[in-house]
């Protein structure tokens, strides 16, 4: 067998004169759909695919290299930039994963303050994908209704925390503050209003016949296909398995709160599109339920935000301020970090785009010795692969839209 | 000849149809943005009205750029060449009872014609290019033209048929409420089809932004887009004049005749297409051409055979 050189290229397999009539597009980083910073690689027949290869790693920045030089708390705000659109997600997993691992109970006014965050930041994830995705089919004024609503949400999370993009509103143990005044009451003003504004997004949808033609039968993901490519969330609840880790594993206070998980069997764009409009309703019905929570433990006057676990978790501050121990505490676990037991964990919860994991292994140092991020929105990207071939390019745009992909949360 | 230049210079010629253009597009965009929830232009000018005419001069301003490997001779040449052949028709069009400039027996022959070729050299402009997304855009621009444009064709077709004419101005002076009502199916096909002959949604396939990145306008910047932007909104108010003359009697009016009239029509087809553009999405390429061979043609045809038969009947007089 012939060697091929490195510095002579090796000419042996490729033909210079095709007659396949077969065109390469380019399709991204920079397109105005490739959500982030996609790159398809498009094998055309005029304008079918007959192949169709992603092409990852234009926003990659390390993250898994970069926890590993990280303490703990250090490095929360980068999970911010994860999955950008519903950072408090992130925080959550990576949180609920080390807490996991130091074994700390978290106090119920936490739980309560992290449901709100968690749905609060799912609504604000799903309104965006239909903006976004009604966008790329065409749809101008759905755009702009989803943003109006989003932009409300948004201005929850900035009373809370002060940022509306890049949260880090949960730490370890806990949340930092508590909710401010008017918080509840301009939630219910939202939960309020909202149902009439999801029928308002139907109403311009789904009675549009040139949508349902867009949607339907376009993108079909079989069963088979949505479990072998290991997608998780709304794309394999539209793929017809019933898997919601909230239901399955409940972890915060979802097993105290009633709430469906929509499942439809279709698998096609519009069973995607179905799956997230209901899930927002779920969402707000979650919403209200956790308000009256919130409400309770007010009336309770339970008033812990951070767990008590002096070894890893820093005393609330007027300890601090008044304490001698609490303060070398304090000090110690700024400067050199908690030092958790030797061992690993994986934790899964259910971000809006699917099942977001963190594994972690702990040697007992302050750094984890390795911490590896389970993204769905990169279990997606693989579909296209297999969903392309046989569609147009007009599919295209709305595949990778229903598809839900971010590209912060893909490369990491 | 002075006159003649007055009619080049102003109006009906190039400043008159660049002030209602611009115009239009003001319209347009006050129109959308409430339907949106949103202002729209505010700033510039009273409620925002120069702001296209600023948009535009930052275009005028901007470096012009010729990709390499384009032929740059066809890629600098076409936008000019666009832009005279859309600002052509406003000679034929009866702007006024007495402006014409040219008054013609086979007005509507020229108006189409013109219309029609405007596809053709937004073809040259994308195969000059030399780009994936430009050629693509190119090519849906050509399918939409050859589908799109036989009912468009046939459309204005029929108040031809009907006033037994060709001229413009005796199309407008034959019309009256009964011609209206006759060639109402004519002018939805007319409709429909100038939403595909102008890319507007839902057919705005070849342009499609979030597709193949504005098709054919893909590699163009600065005076070069600023010509081909400029040709596009010529050709709105030359196809809005043209169907408010040819279906809506033109300049006729309720107590009196004149320009406002003609303006007032323009702004209810400029409407039309508003609404459609906040309420509907894209079409794909198959769709588009099942529908219009499927319906828009046969519809078209059939319309044609109204007309005849309602010639016949209510004009008074044989075929």
């Known amino acids: 067998m012939q060697q091929p050189n490195r510095l002579r290229p090796f000419f042996e397999n490729i033909t210079f004169e095709r007659e396949d009539n077969e065109a390469i597009l380019n399709f991204g980083p920079q397109h105005p759909s490739s959500h982030g910073q996609l790159r398809l690689m498009l094998h055309l027949q005029q304008e079918m695919i007959t192949k169709a290869h992603p092409d990852i790693g234009y926003l990659h920045r390390g993250m898994e290299k970069m926890a590993e030089n990280m303490i703990y708390n250090e490095f929360m705000p980068t999970t911010d930039r994860m999955d950008y659109i519903a950072s ?17 109970k978290v106090p119920r006014r936490a739980k309560v303050i992290r449901m709100l965050l968690l749905e609060i930041n799912r609504l604000m994830s799903h309104l965006f994908w239909l903006a976004t995705t009604a966008l790329d089919i065409g749809a101008m004024t759905v755009f702009l209704y989803g943003f109006r609503e989003r932009e409300y949400l948004m201005d929850l999370i900035e009373d809370y925390c002060g940022a509306r993009l ?55 993901l079989s069963k088979e296909m949505a479990l072998s490519w290991g997608c998780t969330g709304p794309m394999l609840r539209a793929s017809g398995i019933a898997w919601d880790i909230r239901k399955e594993e409940p972890y915060e206070l979802y097993d105290e709160v009633d709430f469906k998980v929509p499942v439809s069997d279709k698998g096609d764009n519009y069973a995607r599109y179905r799956i997230y409009m209901q899930e927002m309703r779920q969402s707000a019905h979650i919403l209200e339920q956790v308000a009256d929570m919130y409400d309770k ?116 | 000849m002075s006159h003649l230049f007055y009619e080049i210079l102003l109006f009906p010629g190039i400043g008159y149809l660049l002030l209602v253009s611009v115009g239009l597009y003001w319209v347009f965009r006050k129109i959308l943005a409430p339907m949106h929830k949103r202002v729209g232009p505010h700033f510039n000018g009273p409620a925002g009205s120069f702001q296209t005419i600023f948009d535009l001069s930052k275009l005028w301003t901007k470096e012009s750029i010729t990709p390499k490997g384009a032929n740059v001779y066809l890629f600098s040449l076409m936008p000019l ?58 090519v849906r621009v050509l399918v939409q033209m050859i589908s799109m444009e036989t009912a468009f064709f046939l459309a204005c077709l029929s108040p031809a048929i009907l006033f037994g004419t060709m001229n413009l101005h005796i199309i407008v002076q034959d019309s009256s409420w009964l011609s209206f009502a006759i060639l109402f199916p004519g002018f939805i096909i007319f409709l429909i089809a100038f939403l595909g002959l102008l ?121």
């Open chain 1, 166 to 220: 890049t949260h880090a509103a949960i730490r370890i143990g806990g949340v930092p503050l508590d909710l401010p005044d008017n918080f509840i009451a301009n939630l219910r003003k939202f939960l309020a209003k909202f149902p009439q504004d999801i029928k308002d997004y139907e109403d311009l949808l789904d009675k549009n016949r040139i949508w349902l033609m867009r949607m339907e039968n376009v993108g079909v």
């Open chain 1, 88 to 104: 408090s997600s992130n925080n959550y997993g990576f949180a609920l994963a080390v807490e996991k691992l130091i074994d700390v």
């Open chain 2, 81 to 138: 060449i666009t832009l005279i052949i859309a600002l052509l028709p406003t000679a034929v069009i009866p702007w006024t009872p007495t402006e014409i400039v040219v008054r013609s027996s086979y007005g509507v022959i020229i108006f189409v014609i013109l219309i029609g070729l405007e596809p053709i050299l937004l073809f040259l402009t994308a195969f000059s290019s030399s780009n994936k997304y430009a050629l693509f855009g190119g």
């Open chain 1, 297 to 412: 433990v007010v009336k309770d006057n339970d008033t812990a935000l951070m767990a008590h676990s002096p070894r890893y978790i820093s005393a609330p501050k007027i300890d601090i301020m008044t304490q001698n121990y609490s303060l070398m505490q304090h000090f110690v676990l700024i400067t050199q970090g908690m030092r958790p037991p030797v061992g690993e964990v994986y934790v899964a919860t259910e971000s809006p785009k699917g099942e977001l994991g963190f594994y972690i292994n702990s040697q007992g140092g302050p750094y984890p010795y390795r911490l590896k991020l389970r993204a769905p929105s990169f279990w997606h990207t693989g579909v296209l692969t297999d969903l392309l071939p046989g569609h147009y390019i007009p599919d295209v745009v709305s595949i990778i839209g229903t598809t839900n992909i971010v590209f912060g949360e893909v490369d990491r």
């Open chain 2, 199 to 319: 890319e507007q949604p839902p057919f705005d396939i070849p342009e499609a932004e979030q597709e193949i990145v504005y098709g054919v306008y893909t590699e163009y910047s600065g005076t070069n887009y600023f010509l081909l932007q400029l040709t596009k909104f010529a050709e709105f108010s030359i196809l809005f004049a043209g169907g408010a003359t040819l279906f809506m009697g033109g300049y006729k009016g309720i107590f009196f005749n004149g320009y406002l009239f003609l303006f007032l029509k323009m702004v209810f087809i400029l409407f039309f297409m508003i609404v459609l553009r906040a309420g509907i999405v894209r079409i794909t390429m198959q769709q588009m051409l099942a529908f219009c061979w499927r319906y828009l043609i046969v519809f078209s045809l059939l319309n044609l055979a109204w007309i005849f038969i309602a010639k016949a009947l209510f004009m008074g007089s044989g075929i």
